[in-house]
């Protein structure tokens, strides 16, 4: 979202999402997922270290619930054209293929905005954390953009 | 075991470009790899229905994994990345090439080695810039340091 936008507009009906915990879950990085995920990365599929990316991957995967519902907890869904707005991984420790991850989860915010050209969008943030055996592994943070087409 | 990281790195070090043609045939493996409903990275009659370019819309996870991937190779290993911010400025369709490219901002010694921290985009080639960011990247870690 590159254009000028006014001032943020608070969202009362949905602030109370802020906090809520995602059910959570594990997620193994089993050597499919692994080949598969560089294969669709065109990189490497042999590397036998994971791809970063299956960081923010596991988290959401292992969060213990489907995008669907996600998008339910903020009265939306697939088809209103959610986007990605901004994603932060920091890696405490690198990935192991073959590791099963503890995942836990959090919404952290969320905040109405209107665009000149976007119109009216929610941003909603949230964040997912990897464990395994107890150690930090890897936190995730990522934004969606609701476009809310007929808002004021 | 990462292969040793990149020599002679200082501030104003570009990473070499990594330019790919983003392929749908992968955005639908993707697309069932995170259980993701959203029609509009398969479904080109989604796509037309809702007014867009019928051509799937890359997801945001291949567009931030095309960048780690020039990023990893360039600092020795996937291993290497410690902190990766990026902000989706604009779409990928299927068939655009991509370019992810990167520049040295700063250099730090920290307990886990020598960290470069770098600014970091991925470009449509001859269209916008997708991404833009920072990623931190371990390039010389502390065993390895003590070996030289």
């Known amino acids: 979202m590159s254009e000028p936008v006014v001032e943020p507009v ?3 009906e949905h602030q109370a999402q802020v906090g809520r915990e995602f059910p959570g879950g594990t997620y193994a990085l089993a050597p499919w997922r692994t080949w598969l995920v560089a294969d669709t990365l065109l990189d490497d599929p042999w590397d036998e270290v994971p791809h970063p990316v299956l960081a923010w ?3 959401v995967s292992g969060m213990g619930m489907t995008w669907d519902e996600l998008f339910a907890w903020f009265d939306a869904s697939a088809t209103d054209g959610p986007m990605f707005g901004e994603h932060h991984t920091t890696l405490h420790r690198p990935l192991r293929t073959g590791a099963t991850y503890d995942v836990s989860g959090r919404i952290v915010s969320v905040v109405r905005k209107v665009g000149r050209r976007a119109g009216t969008f929610d941003i909603v943030g949230y964040e997912l954390d990897l464990h395994l055996e107890g150690a930090h592994v890897a936190r995730c943070y990522n934004s969606i953009v609701f476009p809310r087409r007929g808002a004021a | 075991m990462s292969a040793r990281g990149p020599e002679g790195v200082e501030v ?3 990473v070499p470009p990594l330019e790919l043609t983003v392929d749908p ?10 259980s993701d409903p959203t029609p509009i990275h398969f479904d080109t009659r989604a796509l037309a229905e809702l007014g867009l370019d019928t051509r799937p819309i890359n997801q945001g996870p291949l567009n931030m994994g095309y960048l780690q991937t020039a990023l ?3 600092a020795g290993g996937r291993d290497r990345l410690l902190g990766f911010r990026v902000r989706f400025a604009g779409n990928v369709l299927a068939g655009d090439v991509v370019r992810a490219h990167g520049v040295v901002t700063a250099l730090h010694e920290t307990d886990r080695g020598r960290v470069a921290t770098c600014d970091v985009a991925l470009d449509v080639v001859g269209g916008a810039t997708a991404l833009t960011g920072t990623a931190d990247l371990l390039i010389r870690p502390v065993d390895e340091s003590e070996e030289s």
Do not use: D, N, Q
Request: glycine share 10%; net charge positive; hydrophobic share 55%.
């Open chain 1, 10 to 12: 608070p969202l009362p």
């Open chain 1, 57 to 59: 991957m596991a988290g």
């Open chain 2, 12 to 14: 104003g070090t570009l």
């Open chain 2, 25 to 34: 045939e992968k955005m639908k493996v993707m697309a069932a790899l995170l």
């Open chain 2, 72 to 74: 990893t190779r360039w």
